[in-house]
């Protein structure tokens, strides 16, 4: 070998050791960025050498990005082609505008065979669902496709304070917490018309109208409505069942079932529950580890109960959460695949569920004792008992393509009909203005 490629040879070798040794990683390893909010991401930290350890070719580089950041700040640089990560955890609340703008791989490919999907819960999957983007065609739709892994699983029920509400439902000559709309609003007057001349009074419910998560997750799916239809073109919240999902919201303030607060510009809600103002909440399984954290002085005195529905065939609730996701320009996209299946496993699910609450979207990780297990915090009660009944009767929420839609339109359209707006003229004007901007 002549004398001056032997230089090159021992220069590159030399570079190549010093590299190593100083970057932690050797030059044959792919670094893949995952991009997540702090739960997942410290998940993943404490998992993490397990995954390299099994795929010794792969480090996982973990960037913890602020929630309220995450979507814009992976959509921009998926959009520049610059520093795409290669996975990320995105929410059911805006994931939809990433898909429709053809920012994610579909996940349904060679790469995750129909088995390994056997494993989770339908809802959960169907979350995640939505008409192929082609991004050659704009605004063309092809069949549907899974664009996400479900991370863990969000939904509604309600909290109450055993201690305060039986002995009312008692009176009422109810068995347990109603689970129709008619007898949830006779609890809510009785709660009232019980302590109302309390001081402070007390309330069954909190409901603020400025967010729009309770209506979209709990009282549409429970009413039988959908915000959009059912090939994600057009917005259909001002359709009859969804009015009465409206009308209930609205009705359950009028009648001092619920007191109005709004967490943007009150007191933390958690004030109302140790002060007794308001005895039962509407919230996710994640709610039972936030109480046991910041309420220890209200342990065995809450319950849980399902979502009631207008009417019994209707869904109890919404199902959302967080999902996995690949983008469509990630440099790394097998390996990124397989890091997605590490993070699909049982341990993996069971770990982020004790950091969160939140309960895993694998049926196959509910043979856990975990699930079967009486929460001292609710009076011995087996709450995810309840929590699987619920993912069960649930619906899963659509993803959909703008936020604007439910965040800014939809959000506008409820804060106007609590105060005293006419329903059918305030729904009628919002889903016109949704479909404007759906049509953009």
């Given amino acids: ?16 050791e010093f590299y190593a040794r100083h970057s932690g990683r050797t030059p044959q390893e792919t670094v893949i960025s995952f991009w997540a909010f702090a739960f997942p991401a410290q998940t993943m930290k404490i998992l993490k050498t397990e995954f390299e350890d099994a795929h010794p070719g792969i480090r996982v580089e973990v960037q913890t990005v602020a929630w309220e950041h995450l979507q814009q700040k992976a959509l921009w640089a998926i959009a520049a082609n610059s520093n795409v ?7 059911s609340e805006w ?22 999907f056997q494993r989770y819960f339908p809802a959960a999957l169907g979350v995640y669902q939505f008409p192929e ?3 050659d065609q704009p605004g063309k739709y092809g069949r549907i496709r899974q664009y996400g892994i479900p991370l863990d699983l969000d939904l509604m029920m309600i909290f109450y304070r055993a201690d305060l509400v039986d002995p009312i439902l008692e009176r009422l000559g109810f068995k347990a917490f109603p689970e129709d709309w008619e007898n949830f609003q006779k609890l809510g007057r009785a709660v009232f018309q019980e302590y109302g001349t309390s001081t402070p009074a007390a ?3 909190y409901l603020d109208p400025e967010d729009p998560v309770p209506m979209t997750m709990a009282f549409l799916p429970a009413s039988g409505a959908r915000v959009l239809s059912e090939d994600y073109r057009r917005a259909v919240f001002n359709s009859p069942e969804a009015g009465e999902a409206f009308r209930l919201f609205a009705q359950l303030l009028k009648d001092e079932c619920a007191i109005r607060w709004e967490r943007g510009t009150m007191e933390d809600p958690m004030v109302l529950y140790k002060t007794h103002r308001v005895l039962a909440n509407i919230s996710g399984p994640w709610f039972s580890k936030h109480l046991e954290r910041r309420a220890p002085e209200l342990s065995g005195k809450w319950r849980v109960a399902l979502f009631p529905r207008r009417k019994p065939e209707y869904p109890s609730c919404g199902l959302g959460g967080a999902c996995l996701a690949i983008p469509y320009n990630a440099p790394h996209k097998r390996e990124a ?4 299946r590490f993070m699909a496993t049982e341990r993996f699910a069971l770990a982020y569920f004790q950091r969160v609450g939140s309960p895993p979207p694998q049926v196959t990780a509910w043979s856990d004792p975990t699930f079967d297990q009486p929460v001292a915090y609710f009076g011995g009660q087996k709450i995810y008992h309840v929590v699987r009944r619920a993912i069960e009767t649930a619906q899963p929420i659509q993803i959909v393509p703008k936020t604007q839609v439910t965040r800014d339109v939809l959000r506008k359209s409820l804060r106007a009909i609590c105060d005293g707006r006419d329903l059918h003229e305030t729904l009628d004007a919002a889903v016109q203005e949704a479909n404007a901007i759906l049509a953009e």
């Fill in 1 to 16: 070998m002549p004398f001056g490629l032997v230089v090159v040879a021992v220069g590159v070798y030399l570079f190549s």
């Fill in 85 to 91: 990560p290669d996975v990320i955890v995105a929410s």
């Fill in 95 to 116: 994931v939809g505008g990433l898909v429709s703008a053809g920012a994610l791989e579909p996940l349904d490919g060679p790469e995750f065979p129909a088995e390994f």
């Fill in 133 to 135: 983007v082609r991004r």
């Fill in 203 to 205: 309330h069954l419910l």
């Fill in 337 to 340: 695949a397989e890091l997605l």
